[in-house]
């Protein structure tokens, strides 16, 4: 790890999975199961044993998804439209 992306790691409190469901009105295990993150692809951190987050990568994880998810409803309404 260089010298730059270190401080970019340690630039931010890192926050437990509690704290972050908390803090975005996320189910926890979304942050806690493994499998969970994996499936949605959540930002996070392994600190030895501990599992961190950053709170503003996962405010940004949102938005991504609020707006793939946009895109996709409206892919679809476009596609249905043509079946009318």
Known sequence: MT???LSEVLG????????AAHALNL???WLT???ERRRLRLPHYRV????RF???ELVAWMHDAQVSGIAQRRHGEEADAGLQ
């Open 12 to 19: 931010e409190r890192l926050i437990d999975a509690r704290e």
């Open 3 to 5: 010298i730059a992306s």
């Open 48 to 51: 030895g044993k501990l599992l």
């Open 27 to 29: 189910p926890l295990y």
């Open 33 to 35: 199961h493994a499998k």
């Open 54 to 56: 950053k709170l503003t």
